[in-house]
T-cell receptor, first 116, second 113 residues
């Protein structure tokens, strides 16, 4: 069974640009969540999608957005990049059903974004 | 809104039990405790979770104190491959009936030969 796949693994952007990251969950998983990981702030929750709807959102500015497609694949977008957006962006999928326990999260290896 | 406190680092000898403490003194009655670990350059990996009772699986045991203000993750026979950052996490229920995992800063566990 294939794991969570994130693309691209590494990317470099400059301030002001925008970036789109992709996540393919484990087959059968309908919930996808995104996290930002930095040395200073640790792992911080961005948002969660379930059945193409955003179900949960962390405390990030509106420059951070996401969406989920009918096949459960998800993308996140960061517009007007800032130096502080440099981070490892992790995607996780789970078997969570609507309203139930969060269940075990399966993480991808992440997309490492560097903003210059 | 940190919910957990963990020591920043710990050492353990290979083959011995690794006991990782976590303080969650402000935990509410319906909030679960989760543990994940992150090996260098990989995404976090689920280990175990619990509410009130002690839990055990093939990877580890989770001991939660009776007052639920702290817990200990036990790796019974640590190997070099257990070297990782271990995160103690509280699952918080939100006002909109959803929930969120609040991650702590983690403990860097180093297994020494």
């Amino acid at each position: 069974k294939a794991g969570v796949t994130q693309t691209p693994r590494y990317l470099i952007k400059t301030r002001g640009q925008q970036v789109t990251l992709s996540c393919s969950p484990i087959s059968g998983h309908r919930s996808v969540s995104w996290y930002q990981q930095t040395p200073g702030q640790g792992l911080q929750f961005l948002f969660e999608y379930f059945s193409e709807t955003q179900r949960n959102k962390g405390n990030f500015p509106g420059r951070f957005s996401g969406r989920q497609f009918s096949n459960s694949r998800s993308e996140m977008n960061v517009s007007t990049l800032e130096l502080g957006d440099s981070a490892l962006y992790l995607c996780a999928s789970s078997l969570r059903t609507s309203g139930s326990s969060v269940g075990e999260l399966f993480f991808g290896e992440g997309s490492r974004l560097t903003v210059l | 809104d940190a919910k957990t406190t963990q020591p920043p680092s710990m050492d353990c000898a290979e083959g011995r039990a690794a006991n990782l403490p976590c303080n969650h003194s402000t935990i509410s009655g319906n909030e679960y405790v989760y543990w994940y670990r992150q090996i260098h350059s990989q995404g976090p990996q689920y280990i175990i979770h619990g509410l009130k009772n002690n839990e055990t699986n093939e990877m580890a045991s989770l001991i939660i104190t009776e007052d639920r203000k702290s817990s200990t993750l036990i790796l019974p026979h640590a190997t070099l491959r257990d070297t990782a950052v271990y995160y103690c996490i509280v699952r918080v229920a939100r006002m909109d009936s959803n929930y969120q995992l609040i991650w702590g800063a983690g403990t860097k566990l180093i297994i020494k030969p």
